[in-house]
């Protein structure tokens, strides 16, 4: 941005009765773009933003006749902006005010380069393989695009022969090549140049300008619809930090910004858009943070939905979080008088899925997640507290961190020509933050197997202490039960396999050791299902095809014994399978 670009705008926000300050100054900077240093110290620095210049629904409900039943507002009032911007040839007249030509310093002033990943070439988005907002992009895209294609097919204002390259695009989005979408639509946002203004290019290009710069309109009219959208130019060019305590608040229809306490001089004055990590931030603002104290990582759990209905109705202490329950970008923040209740809940709120934030500096952040796989672990006799079923949600959700990890650390392409510096950057920063996290959330979930193995060692039956205690099995029961291989090697895969034949042997011989006797009455009392399972149809041609001494009735309840009875380590090499007391 060039310093006439920027005086003009500041000289504009005067002309209509912006306060700020004396002794605030907004500067402009190639690494930082505008910033605003106090010049002195300042004690509680505020500015006020007068309603003439608030570019909020009232816009577009007046300039395309809208009332409150129409639905999408927010989506018109993009369409207003784009509208403004690109409409170079006719003037938008609201009461009689040319509204292009009254923010025209203000459109000027917007950043020439945006850094959505929604925009980025194919080689920049390469960068973001396998990770949570690589993975998003494509339905975030395809949403947007519906949103557009609905707002312009809904009303006769439109001629939609003059954007029928976009509607033919948007009818064939799923088969077209990513490179031919760049090159037809993105290009086009990213620099700026859409000649029809309600384009999908042009809409696009207001969709990432609210993204990234809008506030939630309840903070200036408590009584908006929900989830209502405004611009509030000067404020807007306030950079983000977590650390600064600041207050919106509503005076007389004007929009007002207090910073609490004290800014030294020389130090530069921020605005606060919450406790946003770096993919919130990089897909919302085209920016990250380093060291980004709220950086998260998002896991999404698919359930079926009569299984999330049990949830719902049976397990209170579950927490099942939707989406709206997180902080996302300012416009999308609720009304704080139209907060949803849980108790309205159903399986449908979940219909995408479950998603989950865990963060390093929150050290219970996992234990939503480990609540919700242990109770997927657990039969039905179980609760969310038997250690077995705890053991085994630690496994599962174990190594559903690890695959996601190992998704992320798999090797990037490198196509230097085609990157842009600072998008590489920000990809960089956002997947390295991912992998610390993952890899810190999977030592945590070891450091606590390890407290609960040490802690409950007693409860817990592996193979090393049934060889040590009792070396009758190896020595005399296990070799009896094959003595009719004529001497071929037999080889058990795993300790699986191998407690599956020593219950089996035990039951059969009714020989438990009296060290173990606790599992023969668990054993005894142990109820199995109906039927046989294809896995234990298996085992039991494994090892004793060759036989007509061991019923398939007798395995099977081995190994259903042992399935509702252990849990399998995913630390170990070969996963050892340990047995655990009730």
């Known amino acids: 941005m060039s310093p006439e670009i920027l005086?003009?705008?500041?000289?504009?926000?005067?002309?209509?009765?912006?306060?700020?300050?004396?002794?605030?100054?907004?500067?402009?900077?190639?690494?930082?773009?505008?910033?605003?240093?106090?010049?002195?110290?300042?004690?509680?620095?505020?500015?006020?933003?007068?309603?003439?210049?608030?570019?909020?629904?009232?816009?577009?409900?007046?300039?395309?006749?809208?009332?409150?039943?129409?639905?999408?507002?927010?989506?018109?009032?993009?369409?207003?902006?784009?509208?403004?911007?690109?409409?170079?040839?006719?003037?938008?007249?609201?009461?009689?005010?040319?509204?292009?030509?009254?923010?025209?310093?203000?459109?000027?002033?917007?950043?020439?380069q945006l850094n959505s990943p929604l925009i980025w070439n194919s080689s920049e988005l390469e960068y973001l393989a396998s990770t949570n907002l690589g993975n998003s992009i494509h339905e975030k895209f395809a949403n947007i695009f519906k949103e557009w294609f609905e707002l312009v097919s809904s009303?006769?204002?439109?001629?939609?022969?003059?954007?029928?390259?976009?509607?033919?695009?948007?009818?064939?989005?799923?088969?077209?090549?990513?490179?031919?979408?760049?090159?037809?639509?993105?290009k086009k946002t990213e620099l700026q140049t859409s000649t029809i203004w309600y384009s999908f290019s042009a809409f696009l290009w207001s969709q990432l300008i609210f993204t990234s710069r809008a506030f939630p309109e309840y903070v200036v009219n408590g009584k908006c619809p929900e989830n209502s959208i405004v611009l509030l130019p000067i404020i807007d060019l306030l950079n983000h930090d977590y650390r600064s305590k600041v207050k919106w608040y509503p005076e007389n229809g004007w929009f007002c910004y207090e910073k609490m306490g004290t800014v030294p001089q020389g130090q530069e004055l921020f605005n606060n858009y919450g406790g946003k990590g770096n993919e919130e931030l990089l897909s919302g603002y085209g920016f990250v943070l380093e060291d980004n104290i709220f950086d998260s990582v998002a896991l999404k759990i698919k359930l079926p939905l009569d299984v999330i209905s049990t949830i719902l109705e049976k397990e209170p202490l579950l927490k099942l979080p939707i989406l709206s329950d997180y902080t996302t970008f300012a416009f999308e923040d609720k009304n704080p008088n139209q907060q949803d209740s849980e108790t309205a809940r159903d399986a449908t709120n979940y219909a995408d899925g479950v998603t989950y934030f865990i963060n390093t500096q929150n050290e219970q952040s996992l234990e939503p997640l480990l609540n919700l796989f242990t109770y997927l672990s657990?039969?039905?006799?179980?609760?969310?507290?038997?250690?077995?079923?705890?053991?085994?949600?630690?496994?599962?959700?174990?190594?559903?961190?690890?695959?996601?990890?190992?998704?992320?650390?798999?090797?990037?392409?490198?196509?230097p020509s085609n990157i842009n510096s600072y998008r590489y950057y920000c990809a960089d920063i956002y997947r390295k933050s991912q992998k610390q996290i993952l890899k810190e959330s999977v030592a945590r979930l070891k450091r606590l197997e390890k407290t609960m193995l040490s802690e409950n060692k007693n409860r817990l039956l592996t193979m090393n202490k049934i060889l040590k205690n009792d070396p009758a099995f190896t020595e005399t029961e296990l070799p009896s039960l094959f003595s009719n291989e004529d001497d071929e090697e037999l080889v058990f895969e795993s300790t699986y396999d191998l407690l599956i034949l020593w219950v089996l042997l035990k039951a059969r011989r009714q020989s438990f050791p009296t060290k173990y006797l606790w599992m023969e009455q668990q054993y005894a009392s142990f109820k199995n299902i109906a039927y046989i399972s294809d896995d234990s149809k298996a085992f039991h041609a494994q090892y004793f095809g060759k036989q007509d001494n061991v019923d398939l009735e007798q395995v099977d309840q081995a190994i259903q014994f042992v399935v509702a009875n252990s849990f399998t380590r995913a630390s170990s090499t070969s996963g050892e399978t340990i047995l655990v007391r009730k």
Request: hydrophobic share 40%; charged share 30%.
């Open 7 to 112: 005086e003009a705008l500041l000289q504009w926000a005067v002309s209509f009765g912006v306060v700020v300050p004396e002794g605030l100054k907004f500067t402009y900077s190639d690494l930082k773009g505008i910033l605003c240093i106090c010049e002195k110290d300042m004690d509680g620095p505020n500015i006020k933003i007068p309603p003439e210049i608030i570019i909020s629904r009232s816009l577009p409900m007046e300039y395309f006749k809208l009332d409150e039943s129409t639905g999408n507002i927010n989506g018109w009032l993009k369409l207003f902006l784009a509208k403004i911007k690109f409409d170079k040839y006719n003037d938008t007249i609201v009461d009689n005010v040319c509204v292009n030509k009254k923010f025209k310093p203000y459109l000027d002033a917007l950043p020439l």
């Open 155 to 186: 009303s006769d204002i439109f001629d939609l022969e003059k954007v029928a390259d976009d509607i033919q695009i948007y009818r064939t989005l799923d088969g077209m090549a990513y490179e031919a979408l760049y090159e037809q639509i993105l």
């Open 378 to 415: 657990k039969t039905e006799e179980e609760t969310l507290h038997d250690l077995r079923a705890r053991f085994e949600g630690i496994q599962m959700l174990r190594n559903a961190l690890e695959s996601k990890l190992k998704n992320i650390v798999g090797a990037i392409p490198i196509d």
